[in-house]
């Protein structure tokens, strides 16, 4: 039997909801249950695919090639458990859905409303989980009050009132604002958030109070009475100071015992949480540090790179050291020298990203990296500017570029035409529409025998998640090979260049993919282990 926890949020936006969800996920699993967690978005668009980093944060690519919510990295990394397409869901992509099925007359010339159409539409996207885990944790995201979670709020009141309380419960995350005049936490913000969601119909079983500071008992007391909930069922949710300290936290604060007596579980496992507690040891107490420079051009929003960040937090695990990121805007290095803010690097990393903005300075600092041997690591974008820079510097390709920029004479970089996904030949043009419209999702990779890349990964075969529009024109692959850069992994017929490397480098790996995408705390992914493991020598070295 699945039972269903609905997490929702309220007085402000960015409380957690993500995080606190995965966390849970990762105590139910300690417990030897099996999970499933996804997230509601309110927002019109389809997917966030076409949405700027800076408005939303980094777009997450499942396996299945789906753009979805960045939570669905956190539900991930915490759980372990591959999100698919099927687990994030939007207003959009909901009226798309019902507008699909009047156009086709599927509902026999019945007038389309929210409640039922609508809101029976969003409880058919909860009802396909049934079944595939123990618990399925479902996030609403948006704060309570706001008018585009309404039909949101009420599909899962309906479905909550199908099921029962025996399966279905209702967390309600919130805040408790620290007034220095007052010096003290209120609990009026929490108390209306609960009053609003109660008014549509849903009392939470649980509260999650965020709080930058001790809660006191009396409180606690206070909330539980005016909101009607029991003291035990206030958990405190204090910040920490690393996320993967947030499963031990909840746990000591009694979430999961909470969780196991509002579905009325007596027997129950203590959970396992080893794993978690030698995640933050090594955090706690590493043995050094190194210093990575990130030269992006969304660096003014940390989320708009949350899986890198992690994975490269992942990679400091492993080695048992600290990894201070240290966010450059690509711009400045168009008219400033690079040596100026690189030189006390001890790896430079280009993320992905689209548009020419910023790809000068990309370039100046891939030229860096290569020529100081600094541990270099350019993923998506930053591959094809590495490969750019080798054409101009190395193979004295003076017009080399991109074919994202606009027409160009040596377009070393150029738009996908088509590709083999599956069975199937995928085929693009200038003129399609974006949204959805990449090469997304899990493609395998062969890598070269003799490479840093094979020994990197222990393997000749891979399979890597993908996000991009644009590849390396193969056609300079012999110039540049003669001048020091290796294809060192290919598609399997091939045609399309997944990884480049320098082979007179200490460390230097350009991948097409997206490798921060599938690392986890307790899984670190090897390009990460390896690339922080030349950081640490690097430190060393200077």
């Known amino acids: 039997m699945t039972r269903f926890i609905f997490i929702t949020g309220g007085v402000v936006s960015s409380l957690g909801k993500g995080l606190g969800s995965a966390a849970l996920g990762a105590l139910l699993q300690a417990r030897g249950y099996s999970v499933r967690l996804c997230k509601l978005d309110?927002?019109?668009?389809?997917?966030?695919?076409?949405?700027?980093?800076?408005?939303?944060?980094?777009?997450?690519?499942?396996?299945?090639?789906?753009?979805?919510?960045?939570?669905?990295?956190?539900?991930?990394?915490?759980?372990?458990?591959?999100?698919?397409?099927?687990?994030?869901?939007?207003?959009?992509r909901i009226y798309t859905s019902v507008l699909q099925k009047e156009r086709r007359g599927d509902y026999l010339g019945a007038t389309i409303q929210v409640i039922p159409h609508i809101t029976n539409e969003i409880q058919d996207f909860i009802r396909e989980k049934d079944g595939t885990a123990d618990f399925v944790l479902c996030e609403i995201g948006g704060t309570v009050g706001d008018i585009e979670s309404l039909p949101f709020l009420e599909a899962i009141r309906q479905f909550g009132n199908e099921v029962g309380r025996e399966r279905a419960i209702f967390i309600h995350v919130t805040l408790l604002p620290y007034i220095p005049a007052a010096g003290e936490l209120k609990t009026k913000p929490t108390q209306h958030s609960v009053k609003e969601l109660m008014s549509h119909g849903i009392r939470p079983q649980i509260l999650l109070c965020r709080a930058d500071r001790e809660i006191e008992k009396d409180e606690r007391r206070k909330i539980a009475l005016f909101c009607n909930i029991d003291e035990k069922k206030v958990i405190p949710a204090l910040d920490v100071s690393s996320i993967y300290e947030v499963p031990l936290t909840y746990h000591a604060e009694g979430l999961d015992d909470e969780v196991m007596d509002c579905f009325g579980i007596k027997k129950s496992k203590k959970p396992d949480l080893s794993k978690w507690e030698k995640i933050i040891q090594n955090i706690k107490e590493p043995e050094g540090e190194v210093k990575i420079a990130i030269v992006g051009k969304y660096t003014n929003l940390a989320d708009s790179y949350k899986s890198l960040n992690e994975a490269l937090i992942h990679g400091g695990i492993a080695n048992k050291v600290k990894v201070r990121l240290d966010f450059m805007e690509a711009e400045i290095f168009e008219s400033e020298n690079p040596e100026d803010y690189l030189a006390g690097a001890n790896g430079i990393l280009v993320p992905g990203g689209f548009g020419e903005r910023g790809a000068e300075g990309k370039i100046k600092a891939v030229q860096y990296a290569r020529e100081k041997k600094i541990p270099y690591l350019g993923i998506c974008f930053g591959m094809q500017m590495a490969v750019i820079e080798a054409a101009r510097n190395l193979c004295s390709i003076k017009n080399a570029g991109s074919t994202e920029f606009g027409p160009c004479k040596e377009s070393v970089v150029g738009l996908m035409t088509e590709w083999v996904k599956g069975n199937a030949t995928e085929k693009r043009k200038a003129s399609t529409d974006k949204g959805g419209t990449m090469r997304l999702g899990a493609y395998p990779c062969h890598l070269e025998k003799g490479t840093l890349v094979r020994d990197v990964y222990g393997a000749s075969d891979i399979s890597e998640r993908h996000r991009h529009r644009y590849e390396v024109n193969m056609s300079y692959r012999a110039k540049l090979e003669e001048a020091g850069l290796r294809f060192s992994g290919l598609s399997p017929d091939g045609t399309l260049p997944e990884i480049v490397e320098h082979k007179d480098h200490p460390w230097f790996i350009g991948v097409q993919f997206h490798p921060e995408l599938k690392s986890k705390p307790f899984d670190p992914h090897p390009l990460f282990v390896s690339f922080i493991k030349a950081a640490v020598k690097q430190g060393r070295l200077v």
């Open 42 to 92: 309110p927002y019109l668009n389809v997917d966030p695919g076409t949405m700027s980093p800076f408005q939303h944060g980094e777009v997450y690519v499942t396996d299945d090639g789906a753009e979805t919510d960045l939570d669905l990295g956190h539900y991930e990394r915490f759980t372990g458990v591959p999100a698919k397409g099927t687990d994030n869901t939007t207003t959009g």
